[in-house]
């Protein structure tokens, strides 16, 4: 690869050029069944999700108990309890009776049933009684599975009590998400209660992995090396929505590598490679990549992750629009999967590309090469429960999760935080704040 040494790019600056480029992939039309929640999770939203129907569609009751016209209690007392006679049954889901309640008469009702017709307030079950209060009669613990004939009541109740009015929760045509809303567990519940059938999704990001090098094997084995960041960055795809196509593996073979380049490159909207980018005499993949895209950057001013290549797909050919190549070290790899592929899938996929960040405080002193971004791998203080701990303005305190090297990928099973160190910082002391870009890890208590 014959490229002309010059100053290291910055990666706000490569992330401005790389997302000012990425087109959004096409919108896709999804039936929204029980049995496709696997196709829906990780998906995002191409078009606002807008409600079908009235949630509840109906006026329901809140509570299991009892469904009464509440002027028929306006004197009910402990020393004056009212009795009502029970006339029927009113289950969720089921036929609603066309009667009207009448004058001390009441209805078995259980939650989310359909407020008969003259009813205009419901009495939780705890609050009623079988027999007369004044004889002993003591207030039930669930409902009756027989219907009662009598009811009896000690305290009165406001119209509208305990009842779910029509729509409350939603309306017809009501926006629950905007575009480019991900779909997980919370927004998938609204969409099952929207009553839409079909959602305008954007496609899935579709990704092939290809990692190279002699020392690459399925185990762990004496003088070779286990693969960890086919793995690793096959988790960071599917865990935003996007659809792995391909892991393949290669050796250091210049011909080998072109040919599993190209071949990859036409199954995928991104092909991700890790290893053989750098200069030494057994790294093919960067002449691979060069002769399939057109490169954006080789070598950025980060560490760790400093050998890294970005492709874009040359205008009139078909194929993969983007190739990422990434060092073979694991937490290079992890580094960039994390602050490159990531915003660029989501991007894509359509999304915001970037996370939350926070603010926390080092609790010891760190050194950062000048002229280059640090992600440092932190994790937070932590109480004996877990808990993450903060100092006396809120800031979360955060420490070195063991060695830096880019080859110490055990470290990574403690990181809560990438920690950010600017590139015109040399050293960080002890007291002093730091961006920290969450992981995972960072949300649960161990």
């Known amino acids: 690869m014959g490229r002309t040494e010059k100053p290291l790019e910055r990666i706000d600056d490569l992330l401005a050029r790389l997302l000012a480029r990425v087109v959004q992939l096409t919108p896709e039309r999804v039936a929204v069944e029980d049995e496709a929640v696997g196709a829906l999770i990780g998906r995002t939203l191409a078009a606002p999700l807008r409600a079908e129907v009235d949630h509840p569609s109906s006026d329901v009751s809140a509570m299991d108990g009892w469904a009464v016209r509440s002027a028929d209690l306006e004197v009910a007392s402990a020393d004056r309890p009212c009795v009502l006679r029970c006339v029927g049954d009113s289950a969720a889901g089921a036929h609603v009776p066309a009667t009207l309640l009448g004058k001390g008469e009441c209805r078995r009702v259980a939650t989310g049933a359909t407020i008969p017709p003259g009813a205009d307030a419901v009495i939780p079950v705890e609050r009623s009684s079988l027999t007369n209060p004044r004889d002993g009669g003591a207030l039930l613990e669930r409902v ?24 409350e929760d939603l309306h017809a045509g009501d926006e629950l998400a905007p575009a480019g809303s991900l779909i997980d567990a919370a927004l998938l519940s609204a969409i099952f209660t929207s009553g839409v059938d079909h959602l305008e999704l954007v496609q899935r990001p579709r990704v092939a992995i290809l990692t190279s090098g002699d020392e690459l094997s399925a185990a762990a084995s004496a003088g070779g090396v286990r693969d ?16 792995l196509v391909a892991r393949a593996r290669v050796s250091d073979d210049a011909a080998a590598t072109r040919a599993a380049v190209e071949r990859l490159a036409a199954e995928c909207d991104v092909l991700v490679t890790t290893g053989g980018v750098s200069v030494g005499a057994h790294d093919h993949v960067g002449a691979a990549l060069e002769g399939c895209f057109d490169i954006l950057v080789w070598r950025l001013a980060i560490q760790p992750g400093k050998p890294i290549l970005l492709g874009q797909r040359r205008a009139g050919e078909r194929g993969a629009a983007w190739a990422l190549g990434i060092p073979g070290n694991p937490v290079s790899a992890f580094v960039i999967g994390v602050e490159i592929l990531l915003p660029l899938l989501r991007a894509l996929s359509g999304r915001a590309p970037y996370g939350i960040s926070e603010v926390g405080v080092m609790e010891t002193t760190v050194q950062s090469p000048v002229g280059r971004r640090s992600f440092l791998r932190l994790a937070a203080m932590r109480s004996a429960d877990g808990e993450p701990l903060r100092d006396d303005v809120g800031r979360l305190r955060v420490r070195l999760a063991g060695g830096q090297g880019s080859h110490q990928a055990s470290v990574l099973a403690e990181t809560d935080y990438l920690g950010v160190v600017p590139e015109a910082i040399g050293e960080l002391a002890a007291g002093s704040t730091i961006e920290l870009h969450p992981l995972p890890r960072a949300a649960r208590r161990i």
Not at 145 to 156: I, K, Q
Not at 231 to 237: E, G, H, N
């Open 144 to 167: 009756p599975g027989e219907l009662p004939e009598r009811v009896w009541f000690t305290a009165p109740s406001q119209p509208g009590a305990h009842i779910r009015r029509r729509g």
């Open 228 to 243: 960890s960041n086919g793995p690793a960055l096959a988790a960071f795809v599917l865990s935003e929505g996007g659809e």
